[in-house]
């Protein structure tokens, strides 16, 4: 059977995404872990134009519009703005050696491309396919937020986690209703302001983002 263009271009973006999933789970510089963090989100506004277009899903050019306009634009605008204030460059602290974590990282992807082949089977998106890397998206997005020691790389975690979830839901069913993504993008953006908040007040507090400081504050 032949894969329709789009198909193709979808399949190439999902490999794309799950390629700077790896990106992000391996790097180290806080700064490039912001760019793979926009970058992902462009891809994710590319893949789901292309859906748009081809499927004919009017409500997903909104969807497009309110992630590149968040997710691309303003949201690593305020992580560089966060990070030029707490003069931060480098994450090297990791609760787990790196290579260990992109072994810990294949093993997910295994998983969840088991785990995401009898769901597929039962959708009759054009984006079925897709499915399994989307779950990949999100177990590595959160085994990067568990294995960080630092407060906003445990944040771009959470982050890349939702745009996962995200391409998960437009390769099932074509994405959600426009109230709901509305609903979640408010909240996104509302708890960046609210994470703004909360490394500034660690930073004043104990002179580091490292979270090992919340744990002693709670052994006391």
Not at 14 to 33: E, P, T, Y
Not at 70 to 95: A, M
Not at 121 to 145: D, E, K, P
């Amino acid at each position: 059977m032949t894969i329709p263009l789009s198909g193709q271009l979808i399949n190439l973006s999902a490999a794309f995404l799950l390629l700077v999933g790896f990106a992000m789970l391996a790097q180290r510089r806080i700064l490039s872990l912001i760019n793979l963090f926009a970058m992902q989100s462009f891809v994710l506004v590319l893949s789901t134009l292309i859906v748009a277009i081809s499927t004919h899903q009017h409500h997903l050019y909104y969807s497009v519009g309110i992630t590149f306009v968040l997710k691309v634009i303003l949201i690593p605008w305020l992580l560089h703005r966060f990070i030029r204030k707490l003069n931060l460059k480098w994450d090297v602290e990791t609760h787990i050696a790196i290579p260990t974590t992109m072994l810990l990282g294949i093993v997910l992807v295994i998983f969840a491309f088991n785990l995401a082949q009898p769901i597929s089977q039962l959708s009759g998106t054009v984006t079925r396919h897709t499915l399994g890397i989307a779950i990949a998206g999100v177990l590595l997005a959160f085994l990067m937020m568990i294995t960080r020691r630092k407060a906003v790389s445990q944040v771009i975690g959470f982050l890349a986690m939702e745009n996962g979830l995200f391409f998960a839901a437009t390769s099932a069913t074509y994405g959600m209703p426009l109230v709901v993504e509305l609903g979640i993008a408010l909240d996104v953006l509302v708890a960046m302001v609210i994470f703004g908040i909360f490394f500034f007040h660690i930073r004043e507090a104990f002179d580091s983002l490292d979270l090992k400081h919340m744990e002693q504050l709670k052994e006391d």
